[in-house]
């Protein structure tokens, strides 16, 4: 085994010397030669003090490099006062000892050069020709660094100098142990920073990659900055526990206003805990740059352990602010009693119809800025749609204006809202009565002098008005304008007060289970109806909210969602039921009264109130019935319009009797005139205006 030479000669010395290092003291113990090893042996030790107090690396090769030196004087003064060669011949066992040791791992050669380690056994490689390495950036000079930087800047050549970077000052974070900050610059001056990625910090710092941060560096006064500066983040210990025990700013940034989370780039504000209603609200900001909040229901639900069909998650946006709203159970799930305070208008018109999802009071009103306020109430069969007629009925009769009511089929709650009301009745026939009457009313009206001698249009705030507000209630329209009969006149009637109703104090509310115009719903009626009321549209089929909405003008970014089938949250231990056989429990079905309102171009999730018909509703209304003034009776009167409605058709009422010789062709008694083809279209183009439509019901009446 062939050995560098310079090992070789330090053995061969080692071996040499052993024997003078043995015989030297008990031959001649005042010899020079003992005074020449004690030396050194102290300079051995000086060697040692140096090599432990300098903070450069490579102390343990210093310490091993004068090893040889402190256990030779070490075996000298030993060998001197022992007695003679010492027992068992210790004194040559010492010596030999000693130069074994410089034999194994002990020669100077091997610790003498940092990088120097040739291999012993290695075979002897023919001289190849090789590129020239790059030159490696020079380090930063000493200038007077604290302590940490100087360890963070060996620690940073040692790696290589990732991005051919050095480091300007490092800066521990309290309570911290491994997290730190670099500021960093280019190891040439005037060269931009380009090859410094995260990965190449994490790997000097042997920490994960999503543990670093590289950011911009700002110029400051007295120091550099822009793309020649780098400050870089190094936080294992924050991340770690930043996963286990998150701030609720943190959990936000990182769970929900990350890239890619349920409302990008939002930034928490704060959270509020109101335990008397038990819901928690968050509030969080978008910067105005990025527009309007962009917000994920379903996957914000998630984030928020519940899920969106449970009704216990709302979320509203106002301008760059998000409301995130989380019940601890579903507030549409809960009853809210109707009361007499809350059904009375204030000053303003408004009344408390029902409360949004998110605990705020949804509110409708009696009139608008335009005048009468219309009404427009959507809902299958036992989606609460009588509840909210209900609702509306006793507003109206609270603010004190003449109700009257028209259904098309007899119903128990809308009799007995018609106990309260100036006029109840049952059938398409009465309906259109009802439509004639309000029709003549706005003449009538338009006639009628106010206190200052003048003609106004009705306006509430306005004293001096001669006549009530009046609000016309059509239960099931649509079915009573498909009847063969009566339905294309009430349909054109309907029209025209929704048209001009609002400025004579007229308002109808149209209730029925769609708002389609292939149902039969012309697109005028519900344009008009829709721009002078606040609509509510309940428990509509997932099917048809889409084209629900549609209907009503609502843009397609605002459709929303359908609404669940059950508030209440599922029961618990399916599996287990599954597994002994045993039926689900019954689905609980109380969405009746649950909906949307639409006062904006926005739907909101709403609850309405309840009103409870069982045990009488007597407290919600006033103790007296509002009626129309004795001279509007009296013009009725005179149109022959104000009677019975109830009654079967009355001779001359639809037109002129059939006399014997008309044959079969003739319309039948109370049939009418045929309300298709080009006849009833002529006379809906004819029609523009109230004095327009009374002469055409004269015309009808033959009055």
């Known amino acids: 085994m062939s050995v560098p030479r310079s090992v070789a000669l330090e053995r061969t010395l080692y071996t040499l010397a052993a024997p003078v290092l043995a015989a030297a003291p008990n031959l001649a113990p005042d010899s020079p030669v003992n005074t020449v090893i004690t030396l050194a042996g102290a300079a051995g030790v000086g060697g040692w003090f140096l090599a432990r107090r300098s903070e450069e690396p490579g102390a343990g090769r210093k310490i091993l490099r004068w090893a040889p030196l402190v256990l030779a004087a070490a075996i000298d003064v030993t060998v001197k006062h022992t007695p003679g060669w010492g027992p068992w011949c210790m004194d040559a066992l010492l010596a030999a000892a000693w130069a074994a040791a410089g034999w194994v791992v002990l020669p100077l050669s091997r610790h003498a050069r940092r990088h120097h380690r040739p291999a012993l056994a290695a075979p002897s490689l023919a001289p190849q020709p090789q590129a020239a390495a790059p030159e490696r950036p020079a380090a930063q000079p000493d200038d007077g660094a604290d302590r940490f930087t100087r360890q963070v800047r060996r620690l940073w050549e040692s790696r290589g100098m990732p991005g051919r970077t050095v480091v300007v000052t490092a800066t521990p974070h ?115 740059e990025m527009g309007e909040p962009r917000v994920n229901q379903h996957a914000l639900a998630a984030v928020l352990k519940t899920k969106y069909d449970e009704g216990r998650l709302f979320v509203t946006v106002d301008g760059s602010q998000v409301l995130v709203s989380l019940w601890d159970s579903s507030p549409l799930a809960q009853v809210f009693p109707a009361t007499r305070e809350l059904l009375t208008p204030d000053k303003d018109g408004r009344w408390v119809t029902g409360y949004l999802g998110n605990g705020q009071p949804a509110r409708n009103r009696v009139y608008t800025d335009r005048g009468a306020a219309h009404g427009l109430f959507v809902a299958p069969s036992g989606g609460g749609k009588t509840q909210l007629m209900g609702l509306h009925v006793a507003a109206d009769a609270l603010y004190g204006a003449v109700v009257m009511l028209a259904t098309e089929a007899p119903d128990e709650k809308t009799a007995a809202l018609g106990r309260h009301t100036a006029r109840y009745g049952v ?9 004639r009457v309000l029709v ?17 249009e009705w306006d509430p705030a306005r004293p001096g008005c001669p006549y009530r507000m009046l609000s016309a209630y059509l239960d099931e329209f649509l079915s ?25 104090g007229v308002g109808i509310k149209v209730a029925g289970q769609s708002v389609y115009v292939q149902d039969g719903f012309t697109q005028l009626l519900c344009e008009n109806l829709r721009e002078n009321c606040i609509p509510v549209v309940l428990k509509v089929a997932p099917k048809k909210v889409g084209d629900m909405f549609k209907a009503l003008g609502i843009p397609s970014e605002y459709i929303p969602d ?84 109830s009654v079967p058709p009355r001779p001359g009422e639809f037109g002129d009797e059939p006399d014997d010789e008309d044959g079969d062709d003739a319309p039948k008694k109370g049939g009418g005139k045929p309300r298709n083809g080009s006849k009833s279209a002529a006379r809906r183009d004819a029609v523009t205006s109230p004095r327009q439509a009374l002469e055409a019901i004269k015309h009808l009446s033959n009055t």
């Open 174 to 288: 309290p309570g911290m142990r491994h997290d730190l900050s670099l500021l960093l610059r280019a190891a040439e001056a005037g060269r931009p920073i380009t090859g410094l990625r995260e990965e190449d910090v994490a790997a000097a710092f042997e920490v994960d990659v999503a543990d670093v941060h590289i950011a911009e560096v700002p110029r400051q006064r007295g120091r550099g900055g822009g793309p020649g500066w780098k400050e870089v983040h190094v936080t294992p210990d924050l991340a770690e526990r930043r996963r286990e025990a998150p701030t609720v700013h943190e959990w936000w940034a990182d769970r929900i206003g990350a890239a890619g989370g349920p409302i990008p780039g939002s930034q928490f504000v704060k959270e509020v805990r109101d335990p008397a209603r038990q819901v928690t609200h968050y509030i969080a900001q978008v910067p105005d």
């Open 427 to 435: 059938g398409p026939l009465y309906m259109l009565r009802l439509l």
């Open 440 to 456: 003549a009313l706005m003449e009538i009206r338009g006639e009628m002098l106010w206190e200052d001698g003048q003609v106004h």
């Open 480 to 504: 009573a304008a498909r009847d063969g009969l009566y339905g294309a006149e009430i349909m054109d009637l309907a029209e025209l007060v929704s048209v001009k109703g609002r400025k004579y």
């Open 562 to 645: 359908p609404l669940p089938r059950s508030f209440s949250p599922e029961e618990a231990g399916r599996i287990e039921r599954v597994m002994r056989g045993e039926p689900e429990p019954p689905a609980n079905s109380n969405t009746g009264g649950a909906g949307w309102i639409i006062e904006g171009k926005q739907p909101d999730v709403l609850r309405t109130l309840f009103m409870d018909f069982k045990a009488g509703i007597d407290d919600y209304f006033p103790d007296t019935t509002a009626t129309l003034t004795e001279y509007e009776i009296r013009e009725l009167e005179a149109r022959d319009l104000w009677f019975d409605w």
